[in-house]
């Protein structure tokens, strides 16, 4: 087996079963954050622009095509549809009237507020069907697997994508 063939394979330490488990949470993550925005008039694209938009306040269209690992014209096309629903402003640097700024208006703070309560009130509720034991070692393995995971992922930019 060459080094290429040898790096897809898991680790001999780590068993099927484990992997297994792990891709089925993360289904069950993504699941959770498109459930949260299936109500609303945002898509979850859309909603990932609001909340980096919602994390680093105003900022260039650059700025968040970097936060979000995508071309600038992909922020162009979330920002037409954000601007005409009401989501968000656009404006212009002060210091270079060339350089398209993005802001959230309270509709899209009401919409990120909104999408945040309802993936924790999910999170808690399946959090409750656990045991304190459980649910302190589920919380202890994803912070402790979430170094590997950022440390991997290489763009400083791209450690942690919005969803």
């Known amino acids: 087996m060459d080094d290429a063939a040898a790096a897809d394979q898991p680790s001999s330490s780590v068993l099927d079963t484990e992997i297994l488990a792990f891709e089925t949470a993360t289904r069950d993550l993504v699941g959770l954050a498109l459930r949260s925005v299936e109500d609303l008039d945002v898509s979850l694209p859309q ?3 609001l909340l980096i938009l919602e994390e680093i ?3 260039s269209s ?3 095509a970097a936060a979000l690992g995508v071309v600038g014209s992909s922020i162009t096309r979330l920002a037409d549809r954000l601007h005409t629903s009401g989501h968000l402003v656009r404006g212009t ?3 270079n009237r060339s350089v398209v700024t993005l802001a959230l208006t309270d509709v899209g703070r009401e919409t990120v507020r909104s999408v945040t309560t309802h993936r924790r009130r999910e999170l808690s509720s399946a959090l409750a069907a656990l045991s304190p034991d459980v649910r302190a070692a589920c919380a202890a393995a994803l912070t402790q ?4 995971l950022t440390a991997s992922a290489g763009d400083e930019q791209r450690r942690h994508l919005p969803m």
């Open 47 to 49: 909603f990932r622009l």
């Open 57 to 59: 306040g105003p900022a």
């Open 145 to 148: 697997l979430h170094v590997p």
């Open 62 to 64: 650059t700025a968040c």
């Open 93 to 95: 640097a002060p210091d």
